[in-house]
């Protein structure tokens, strides 16, 4: 049984930064992709990052240049770093295991076998 866990969510000011992290039992991190995912309420569930079984990164439009994603596979943990924060960002986080291969790096949330119970990360202005 796969086991997501999120963590180090919170309240900052934009500009700010916060670190992400995803410990999972159940999965391998060198042999699943890995992403996260957000839901600002009212507002669909949408791909945040991906980081597949190999390394290999994507990120959504809005969060390159700004946002890592990263994992320790050791550890089995997955992190986020979330850096200029800003008001949009404000959203409930989800970790979530896929299978590798076919178009991982499509953040598609249909594909996702397996999610965290979120946590909240929220930016003010």
């Known amino acids: 049984q796969v086991q997501l866990v999120e963590s180090g969510g919170g309240s900052v000011q934009a500009g700010g930064s916060l670190r992400l992290s995803c410990a999972a039992s159940g999965v391998s991190y060198s042999s699943y992709c890995m992403g996260w995912f957000r839901q600002a309420p009212g507002k669909e569930r949408e791909g945040v990052a991906v980081?597949?079984?190999?390394?290999?990164?994507s990120y959504a439009d809005s969060v390159k240049g700004r946002f890592t994603i990263s994992k320790d596979n050791a550890k089995n943990t997955l992190y986020l770093q979330m850096n200029s924060l800003k008001p949009e960002d404000t959203a409930m986080y989800y970790c979530?295991?896929?299978?590798?291969?076919?178009?991982?790096?499509?953040?598609?949330?249909?594909?996702?076998?397996?999610w965290g119970q979120g946590t909240q990360v929220t930016v003010s202005s």
């Open positions: 979530a295991a896929r299978h590798p291969g076919g178009h991982w790096w499509l953040l598609l949330r249909s594909e996702y076998f397996a």
């Open positions: 980081i597949a079984g190999g390394g290999s990164t």
